[in-house]
């Protein structure tokens, strides 16, 4: 897709393309929008495990991206949205993603709520760890660190 700079589109291309073809687990996601017949936008959620609370369901939201040409017309904001839902709706508690906190923050994910939990690894960019508690009635923990699918343990995407 050519959402991101040259850089960083091949290395997206690249994530999406191992989460797909890697997704083993009944809790990965991932929907593609369509405009017109065309590919236009992408959004993927994995499963992830907290290493206090095993047992809570849990969920990153990486990547999310939208074509060139599609840009600022809502898909990405649908496309987050209808995942949100679809994630509420099969009982995962906390969804965390790495990424633009003005972005993510109109979807209701904070820094506050990322910043007690780990990434799996260090992050270039601390303020764009954030989480999204799905479920208030959910026995949260209040930390721990991530473990996330084979295609996102990779520590250049942190």
Not at 59 to 65: D, E, H, R
Not at 129 to 135: E, F, P, S, T
């Amino acid at each position: 897709m050519s959402a991101f700079d040259e850089g960083e589109s091949a290395e997206v291309a690249d994530l999406a393309t191992k989460l797909l073809e890697g997704s083993d687990s009944p809790q990965d996601h991932s929907w593609l929008a369509e405009t017109d017949g065309t590919p236009s936008g992408h959004v993927a959620f994995s499963e992830v495990t907290l290493s206090d609370a095993p047992e809570v369901k849990a969920s990153i939201l990486a990547p999310l991206g939208v074509r060139a040409g599609f840009q600022r017309l809502g898909i990405g904001s649908q496309l987050v949205r209808h995942g949100l839902r679809h994630l509420t709706d099969g009982g995962v508690a906390l969804v965390f993603v790495y990424g633009d906190p003005e972005y993510y923050g109109r979807f209701g994910f904070t820094n506050e709520a990322g910043m007690p939990f780990e990434a799996p690894y260090p992050l270039q960019y601390p303020h764009g760890w954030q989480a999204k508690v799905l479920d208030p009635e959910a026995s949260v923990p209040s930390s721990g660190k991530l473990s996330c699918v084979a295609a996102l343990s990779d520590p250049s995407l942190w």
